[in-house]
């Protein structure tokens, strides 16, 4: 499975971005996807995933401003940013589970791929 992230930017503090990962996998459906984020000198950390049913979970610190979606007909998962603050500034990595495990997770430990990044920068 190879995962390719795109999207990022540089963007004011307020402004909106939209990540997008495309997957190379067929049963992309059956696949839970995340996004997790790494700024400089800090731990990888979650951002937002989705399972094949639909279900979602947000960090706390992105809740009500990010929106995780996925458009299983291109094989594609979204990350719709808004509001976007200083504190966003990170490299974003796109990430699935593979679909054996029947596992969901926020757990960067537990995804099996990940794409290569995309850089966000949010200027104040």
């Known amino acids: 499975v190879q995962l390719q992230a795109s999207g990022g930017g540089l963007v004011q503090a307020g402004g909106s971005l939209r990540l997008s990962c495309a997957a190379s996998?067929?049963?992309?459906?059956?696949?839970?996807m995340g996004w997790f984020r790494q700024a400089p000198g800090k731990e990888r950390e979650f951002v937002a995933s989705m399972s094949s049913s639909g279900l979602r979970s947000y960090s706390d610190s992105v809740k009500g401003r990010f929106t995780i979606s996925r458009d299983n007909a291109k094989s594609t998962v979204y990350l719709q940013m808004n509001s976007l603050k200083p504190e966003d500034t990170a490299v974003y990595y796109c990430a699935a589970i593979n679909p054996n495990k029947r596992s969901y997770s926020t757990d960067y430990q537990r995804y099996d791929y990940w794409g290569q990044g995309t850089e966000v920068t949010v200027s104040s």
């Open positions: 996998v067929r049963t992309f459906s059956t696949y839970v």
